[in-house]
């Protein structure tokens, strides 16, 4: 359980910088240049026969679509705290795990409150977290069923968002813009996050049966598909969104597109698959090798 200790101790002093500081608003992003590098397609042919109208739609719509994938790995992971509180003995684990979960909560508050704050110029219409509630009732039962189920995905995504502040880094330069902002405060605790959900799914999973060690790494697959479909959807609807005269055919195919070139051409997950793939090489968690897909 030392797991445990050190990050309650790391946490005491991790909450005071989202209890202080004012809303980090979103107002200022159209002040600065809009990075080829953030747009989805950059770097590809079809990239630069897109008007101006359509890659700056593109530009927004993907920040929006992080934004809102950060919040609902973030809403998972509270109710998956809330389900372990409920479910299993208080002991320094859960004590811990609470305290994690407060700190996704400020998160989850920080990057819904830029999203608003932005309502009056772009992002007219929610991708992911406002929307697909039968999805979000399938999460729910998920974790009511195996709370275990969200950890190792949840670490992946913040593995990601620590890859993707330091792209925001190489995107923006000097420039200190409110999403970087946002992004590098999330950043400060996440780092020790990924750490956290690896120990504290061991330290549980370590003492099951085989048979419910297999019921854990079931729920966590079942998890990951149930994941990929709302990653699709907000991809539907991010080329709707930018693409919206072209026809639905073509908006089918532009959103394969996208989910390929995400993959294989955007760094932030490129480098995420990377390093993904290292932790799961020095088998962090317990049955990390059923999961080595996860870093393709
Ligand atoms: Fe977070
Ligand atoms: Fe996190």
């Given amino acids: 359980m030392d797991f445990a200790v050190t990050y309650l101790m790391h946490q005491k002093n991790a909450l005071q910088k989202w209890r202080e500081a004012a809303v980090i608003a979103s107002s200022d992003l159209r002040e600065f240049e809009r990075p080829d590098d953030l747009t989805p397609f950059s770097g590809t042919h079809f990239y630069q026969q897109l008007s101006e109208t359509e890659k700056t739609k593109l530009y927004d719509g993907f920040l929006q679509m992080t934004a809102e994938a950060f919040i609902v790995f973030e809403q998972m992971l509270l109710k998956s705290n809330q389900v372990i509180q409920k479910k299993y003995k208080r002991d320094l684990r859960t004590q811990a795990m609470k305290a994690f979960a407060l700190e ?60 993707y502040t330091k792209y925001l880094r190489k995107c923006f330069g000097t420039q200190s813009t409110s999403w970087s902002e946002l992004n590098i405060k999330h950043a400060m605790d996440e780092v020790h996050h990924v750490g956290f959900d690896f120990n504290f799914f061991n330290s549980y999973v370590s003492s099951m049966s085989l048979v419910f060690k297999i019921r854990v790494w079931l729920f966590t697959f079942i998890m990951i598909v149930a994941i990929q479909f709302i990653v699709l959807i907000s991809g539907v609807r991010l080329m709707r969104l930018s693409f919206g005269d072209r026809s639905i055919v073509s908006r089918y195919a532009l959103t394969f597109r996208f989910f390929q070139w995400a993959v294989n051409r955007f760094e932030p997950y490129r480098l995420a698959k990377i390093q993904f793939g290292t932790f799961l090489g020095r088998r962090p968690f317990i049955g990390s090798k059923f999961f080595r897909f996860m870093a393709w």
């Fill in 104 to 163: 996704e909560f400020y998160h989850l508050r920080a990057y819904r409150q830029f999203l608003n704050e932005s309502r009056t110029g772009f992002w007219p219409e929610s991708l992911i977290s406002r929307q697909s509630h039968g999805l979000k009732f399938i999460y729910a039962w998920l974790l009511e069923m195996e709370p275990l189920c969200i950890l190792i995905p949840g670490a992946k995504s913040e593995v990601f968002s620590l890859q």
